[in-house]
């Protein structure tokens, strides 16, 4: 391996709603997975760019072809601009990290498990151009690596585009050991879209006003805060009562995440499994839902007694895993490119 000091690790959560980057340099940055392109020469004037990411995305999407690649944590290979846009979302990461001049980047990418499996020469040609060597996880490995967890423990990594789970037992997860759901945040919005547009039939909404409600209210179980939002009904504001149909759209992941929980740690030498259920582990964004935690953990109680927590920094627990393993990945796991 090329000495440290010529070599910038990094580590990269490609998620599907939020991809960040942690670098050795200290550097930690992070977008919303979101591509755009100028539709037409009058969009490439106003937006002024060739390329926007994340949030300038969503404020220009009139006037761009957006792509948000990684949907239900797939890449869709040759279909679209998916490839294009996993390419250009690596290539800002890197430049945001900043590497020095003529300094090699080392990089560790986290991706969703079912991508793992589909999508790894896909992200291989993604990365080429930018990287000089590679090593592609997935999220709650690279999660639990932060943490430390790499022995009896179960994460459960609830994204965007899918609800990941890993079962650590003192060496690297196999397949054996992961489960990708598709009851996630995208699962929410829908749900939640659907319930509003059946309770409210004469209000005008989108999907990216319901992801914005759902980030700033989502709960499960009971709470004492009222929920109001503003929808126009015939062009004119009106507040809207939306808690039932918040609280009804996130319990709706519980059951699958309940079942593949207790599917996966039955499965597990029955010596270990009490080890495991008192080492659960929330990640991602779906772990900011208020009550999960607890709701969760009350869900298992008939199996034994459950100890669950939450990461203290589900935006970068994952990237900070993945820069973790850079540093430490012994040379023969690296594949140079």
């Known amino acids: 391996m090329t000495q440290k000091s010529d070599v910038l690790f990094v580590g990269i959560d490609l998620g599907t709603s939020r991809s960040s980057i942690s670098a050795g340099n200290g550097q930690r940055q992070w977008i919303e997975?979101?591509?755009?392109w100028p539709k037409d020469f009058v969009a490439a004037?106003?937006?002024?760019?060739?390329?926007?990411?994340?949030?300038?995305?969503?404020?220009?999407?009139l006037m761009v072809d957006v792509c948000r690649p990684l949907q239900h944590g797939i890449i869709k290979e040759g279909i679209d601009r998916s490839e294009e846009a996993v390419k250009e979302i690596i290539r800002h990461l890197i430049e945001l990290a900043g590497p020095?001049?003529?300094q090699k980047v080392h990089a560790v990418v986290g991706v969703p498990s079912d991508?793992?499996?589909?999508?790894?020469?896909?992200?291989?040609?993604?990365?080429?151009?930018?990287?000089?060597?590679?090593?592609?996880?997935?999220?709650?490995?690279?999660?639990?690596?932060?943490?430390?967890?790499?022995?009896?423990?179960?994460?459960?990594?609830?994204?965007?585009?899918?609800?990941?789970?890993?079962?650590?037992?003192?060496?690297?997860?196999?397949?054996?050991?992961q489960k990708t759901?598709?009851?996630a945040g995208d699962y929410i919005d829908d749900q939640l879209f659907s319930y509003l547009q059946e309770r409210y039939p004469r209000s005008t909404f989108n999907k990216n006003m319901v992801r914005q409600w759902k980030e700033q209210f989502s709960f499960v179980g009971d709470s004492p805060e009222e929920i109001k939002v503003v929808m126009p009904v015939d062009?004119?504001?009106?507040?809207?009562?939306?808690?039932?149909?918040?609280?009804?759209?996130?319990?709706?992941?519980l059951p699958a995440i309940v079942e593949a929980v207790t599917q996966m740690i039955a499965r597990f030498d029955p010596e270990f499994q009490?080890?495991?259920?008192?080492?659960?582990?929330?990640?991602?964004?779906?772990?900011?839902?208020?009550?999960?935690?607890?709701?969760?953990?009350?869900?298992?109680?008939?199996?034994?007694?459950?100890?669950?927590?939450?990461?203290?920094?589900?935006?970068?627990?994952?990237?900070?895993?993945?820069?973790?393993?850079?540093?430490?990945?012994?040379?023969?796991?690296w594949e140079k490119l």
Do not use: W
């Open 45 to 61: 004037q106003v937006v002024g760019k060739p390329v926007l990411f994340g949030a300038e995305v969503l404020e220009h999407r």
């Open 181 to 183: 759901l598709l009851q």
């Open 235 to 253: 062009g004119k504001p009106m507040l809207h009562d939306i808690k039932a149909d918040v609280k009804r759209a996130c319990e709706s992941i």
């Open 100 to 102: 020095g001049a003529g």
């Open 274 to 333: 009490a080890k495991i259920r008192k080492n659960i582990v929330l990640a991602g964004g779906g772990s900011l839902i208020g009550g999960l935690r607890e709701s969760l953990q009350a869900s298992l109680k008939e199996y034994g007694s459950s100890q669950v927590t939450c990461v203290k920094d589900p935006l970068f627990a994952g990237s900070d895993g993945a820069l973790k393993l850079a540093q430490e990945m012994p040379a023969q796991y």
């Open 115 to 177: 991508s793992l499996k589909v999508n790894r020469l896909a992200i291989r040609k993604a990365v080429a151009e930018f990287v000089d060597s590679l090593v592609v996880v997935t999220e709650p490995f690279a999660v639990a690596y932060s943490l430390g967890l790499l022995n009896n423990a179960l994460v459960i990594d609830i994204g965007a585009g899918t609800t990941d789970l890993c079962i650590m037992h003192g060496t690297l997860p196999g397949e054996e050991d």
């Open 33 to 36: 997975s979101y591509v755009g």
